[in-house]
């Protein structure tokens, strides 16, 4: 069953702590990405990763931390420095980042609440 | 600034009905656009991929149309099923030296019974 997956699905988490979302993809792409999405909003780059060990910050990366050890595997880690993290939260793949004809495929998302 | 805006907000139709999504985008240079269709509490789904040259491209009952000198598209859903419930996303990606993708915020539609 090829695909990208998230975990867990749902995620409560208490104001000040720091929580790690799972994102595994075996489709062999070398770019990976994390997106929020907020009611009536489009989706919103975070964090992005075009090779393993290497990361770029996208549009909101401020209070959100990543890595990629692996080819397969980005976690994202939202901090308690993140002011309003209650969201869903999106990871995606694609072959290369360098194109804009790669499709980016999506995970199934993990809606985060901040209680 | 790269801007994709999508019109209607919300639609309700009937099961068995048409309808007309469009999207409208500034996003330079140009690169290509793609429908996404999204599932309520899902990741979404790519529909269909539109080029510079290319003017209309179906998936099945979905077919998109572009007009690159207008900067707008639409996305026509013939014979609408329950299914077809779903935020339809309209993606621009720019011409750069890592894909850049500006997101449109969706029109929600509804397929009633």
Redesign the interface.
């Known amino acids: 069953d090829g695909g990208?997956t998230q975990s867990p699905k749902y995620l409560f988490r208490k104001e000040g702590q720091n929580v790690t979302l799972s994102c595994e993809q075996n489709l062999n792409h070398d770019?990976m990405y994390w997106y929020r999405q907020d009611p009536?909003?489009?989706?919103?780059?975070i964090y992005?990763s075009?090779i393993v060990n290497d990361f770029q910050k996208g549009d909101i990366a401020e209070g959100y931390s990543v890595s990629r050890e692996k080819k397969e595997s980005f976690p994202l880690t939202v901090t308690s420095a993140q002011k309003n993290p209650t969201a869903?939260y999106?990871c995606?793949s694609?072959i290369?980042?360098?194109?804009?004809?790669?499709?980016?495929f999506?995970?199934?998302?993990t809606?985060l609440t901040v209680l | 600034k790269n801007q994709?805006e999508q019109s209607p907000?919300s639609l309700i139709i009937l099961e068995g009905k048409n309808c007309t999504l469009q999207c409208n985008y500034t996003v330079s240079p140009f690169?290509?656009l793609?429908w996404y269709k999204q599932d309520t509490?899902?990741?979404?789904?790519?529909l269909t991929?539109m080029?510079f040259s290319e003017n209309t491209k179906s998936n099945g009952r979905y077919t998109a149309t572009l007009d690159a000198d207008t900067k707008q598209s639409s996305l026509h859903i013939t014979a609408s099923q329950l299914s077809d419930s779903a935020s339809y996303?309209c993606v621009v990606?720019?011409?750069?030296?890592?894909?850049?993708?500006?997101?449109?915020?969706?029109t929600m539609l509804l397929v009633s019974p």
Request: charged share 10%; aromatic share 10%; proline share 4%.
């Open positions: 990208i770019a009536g909003q489009g989706l919103r780059l992005y075009q869903f999106l995606a694609s290369t980042g360098t194109s804009g004809f790669n499709e980016q999506f995970g199934p998302g809606r | 994709v907000q690169s290509n793609r509490g899902r990741g979404p789904v790519s991929i080029t996303i990606s720019a011409k750069s030296g890592y894909s850049t993708l500006t997101f449109g915020k969706g």
